[in-house]
């Protein structure tokens, strides 16, 4: 399928150097024979529901892990990540009355951008953890050698974790019905007593549209949608297939694909990589964008300004956004953007904690949301949704919220191999927050 998007050879950054060009061939031709993983008809309509975001009509949760792990793709594990994005959901929608898009960091986010190609612990340096797309997390020289049969390994781990998802949100388990379920098998804490109170609620609301002759069956199921960074592009490209019903190019990993704060060169190979493929798709935006960028990357990947093409999240940091987000709307107002905004309070706020853990504070991560929110309506513009790295396990990888994870619980249990996520209460607890602002208006 590669010679579907043959051209100029551009730069590619953060790419693995592969050591053996036999064996990358080889799990290329693998990639490409396989099956998609998504369909374009679900991407389309994904493109829909953004396009609804972008207008304020619908609200976009993305959540999963900052690094999937082959070792954590296990039923528990994303059972309860599912749940915690469907009370994550319940509670915006409920809160906020607004349909809410569903959208997992999940079933392919596999592979990390790095700032340092290297990693040196006492005195031994060794390549960079690059995500088990690409090689392994144990510190040693054998395991940091990057195997593009990982990139095979990534697919069929993607494929079972899709399988779940989606046995969860068609067969019934997602259905509004059981919205005490999820709540089930997590610690007590506030944000899950509080939970509790709203899944009453909701009950009370649905017993009452029952007795009103509503049909439930209708909400048997959810739709859920797959996204993760488009980062590697031996990966990417051999799964990329022709829709038979347009002609046009898929990328079929995700429903969703972003490029990354760290990719997004407009001559580089992963804005050409997406602008060839029909997804809908988003541009991380940190604090050092220009506005020139935003006009210029709009008229590459989404020409016609097409509703619910091309997504931008950005990633500022608490202290910066206020200042830092207007002039990058404005451009992008001003270049007539049907964009939708989405905010990720989580990369412009990362800091190491005297423990030496990479850590995000929860004060910083709501605060970020609040300026993305406070600026949006200030210049009239649509906050479409949020960007979250999250677990669905009791993790205390990012200090404060409720429960006041300190500085010094951060040792306890933290799993990440990359960045630090909120663990499942602090999500609940950033979704009760999130509601409120929406129902702001
Ligand atoms: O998730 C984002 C990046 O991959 C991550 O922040 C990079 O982390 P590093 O600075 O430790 O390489
Ligand atoms: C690397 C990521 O973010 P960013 O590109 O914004 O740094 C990410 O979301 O995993």
Not at 18 to 44: H, M, N, Q, R, Y
Not at 145 to 170: C, E, G, K, W
Not at 262 to 282: C, E, K, M, Q
Not at 348 to 362: A, H, L, Q, V
């Amino acid at each position: 399928m590669t010679h579907l998007l043959d051209g100029p050879a551009r730069p590619a950054a953060q790419q693995p150097s592969w050591p053996d060009a036999e064996a990358l061939k080889g799990a290329i031709d693998t990639l490409a024979s396989f099956p998609p993983l998504v369909f374009a008809g679900e991407c389309d309509v994904l493109r829909e529901r953004m396009a609804l975001a972008s207008q304020g009509k619908a609200f976009v949760l993305q959540g999963g892990d900052c690094a999937e792990t082959f070792a954590a793709a296990t039923a528990d594990n994303i059972r309860d990540r599912v749940k915690t994005i469907l009370q994550m959901a319940a509670v915006l929608t409920y809160g906020a009355s607004v349909p809410v898009v569903k959208v997992g960091r999940m079933a392919g986010q596999y592979a990390k951008p790095r700032s340092s190609d290297v990693e040196t612990r006492d005195g031994e340096t060794l390549p960079a953890y690059r995500g088990d797309m690409v090689n392994d997390f144990e510190f040693t020289p054998q395991a940091r050698i990057p195997d593009p049969q990982r990139m095979v390994r990534a697919y069929h781990a993607s494929t079972a974790t899709l399988n779940l998802v989606r046995a969860f949100t068609t067969g019934g388990y997602a259905d509004l019905r059981h919205v005490h379920d999820w709540n089930k098998g997590f610690v007590a804490t506030p944000a899950n007593a509080a939970y509790e109170k709203l899944a009453r609620d909701i009950d009370k609301a649905m017993r009452f549209m029952l007795a009103c002759g509503a049909d439930f069956d209708a909400m048997r199921a959810t739709e859920f949608f797959a996204a993760h960074e488009a980062l590697i592009l031996d990966y990417e490209r051999p799964l990329t297939r022709v829709d038979h019903r347009s002609g046009r190019l898929y990328d079929t990993s995700g429903h969703f694909i972003w490029i990354g704060e760290r990719t997004r060169d407009l001559d580089g190979a992963h804005i050409d990589y997406v602008a060839r493929v029909h997804n809908p798709i988003g541009v991380k935006l940190s604090t050092k964008t220009t506005a020139d960028y935003v006009e210029q990357v709009m008229d590459r990947l989404d020409p016609e300004r097409t509703p619910g093409r091309l997504t931008f999240i950005t990633r500022m940091g608490a202290r910066q956004i206020r200042d830092a987000l207007p002039p990058i709307i404005e451009a992008a107002t001003a270049a007539g953007a049907a964009v939708t905004w989405i905010c990720d309070p989580m990369h412009g706020n990362t800091f190491e904690s005297s423990s030496g853990y990479k850590t995000r504070d929860f004060a910083d991560i709501v605060e970020e949301v609040h300026g993305f929110f406070d600026v949006h309506r200030a210049l009239g513009t649509v906050p479409g949704g949020i960007h979250i790295e999250l677990t669905g396990n009791d993790v205390t990888e990012c200090i404060g919220g409720a429960e006041k994870i300190l500085d010094a619980d951060l040792t306890k249990r933290y799993e990440s191999v990359c960045d630090p996520r909120l663990n499942h209460r602090q999500g609940l607890e950033l979704a009760f927050l999130v509601a409120e602002m929406l129902g702001d208006d």
